[in-house]
């Protein structure tokens, strides 16, 4: 790395200049992932392009639309600890708080997590079930993807050469509830597996898993399930049952493919009861 040119731009425009004129150039946010990468031998780029104080990549605010937009350079912590992230929003915040340590949280920002397309990652899963917008930028454009359409393949993303993410952008918040359910070894592991459940007051259900694909794994007939009521053991059950069949999960240190589907029903089922009990708590 001591060969590697660092380029502190101070605005959007100039990173972005930088990423069109240098191919080989990686953007490096709060560096928490990308550094170890580095370290690990697994990439060498010749020039890495800091994101830090470009405000406008920074901090949450609401949009016209009544929706939320979250800064990529955003950290961890900030999103944790955001009031607005609540009812069907709720699992992103807590998905936030689940991330590793505190360290890693105040240094990680969330346009550098999902960048990496890490499929144990926390965040992932939670932008898919909050039906999430991805807002990516190159020199020439801004485009906008859905969280399902994001998250591609293991450690890949829909972002093309000179690109970035800008913003997550989720929808206008309504009542309702949501949960995330991780299973670690150890706290602060990347999870074995994990659920995100975004539930409105109509009752209106979207799941996502982590851990268990090369990307966040969903399913509309699983939706569909959900939305039945969170309180039919055997809608639950039928809806883990279809994520299943959806699922791709893989052997590694962690836990096998086979532990990692028995997993999915049950994980779902703790997480649909402990909405159900929120709703109720609330109605």
Known sequence: ????VLHRPATLHAALELLADNPDAHAIAGGVSLVAIINAQLLAPTALVSL???????????????????????????????????????C???????????????????????????PGADLPPALVAVDATIEIANARRTRRLSAREFFVDWYTTALEP???????????????????????????????????????????????LG?????????DEADALLSRGLGDAASVQAAGAALGR????MDDVRGSADYRRMLIPRMLARAAARAFAQLERAA
């Open 1 to 4: 790395m001591s060969d590697t």
């Open 52 to 90: 830090r104080g470009i405000g406008e990549l920074e901090g949450i605010r609401a949009t016209p639309d009544g929706g939320i937009a979250i800064g990529a350079m955003t950290r961890h912590r900030a999103v944790a600890a955001e009031a607005r992230l609540r009812g069907p929003l709720g």
């Open 92 to 118: 992103v915040s807590e998905a936030a708080r689940s991330i590793a340590s505190p360290p890693v949280r105040n240094m990680g920002t969330i346009g550098g997590s999902i960048s990496l397309g890490d």
């Open 162 to 208: 000179g690109e970035l993410v800008t913003a997550v952008r989720l929808p206008a918040s309504e009542s309702g509830t949501a949960c995330y359910e991780k299973l670690v070894r150890v706290a602060g592991d990347i999870c074995i597996a994990s659920v995100a459940l975004s539930v409105s007051s109509s009752g209106t259900a979207r799941a996502a």
């Open 211 to 219: 851990g268990c694909g090369p990307a966040p794994v969903f399913s």
């Open 246 to 249: 959806v699922a791709k999960p």
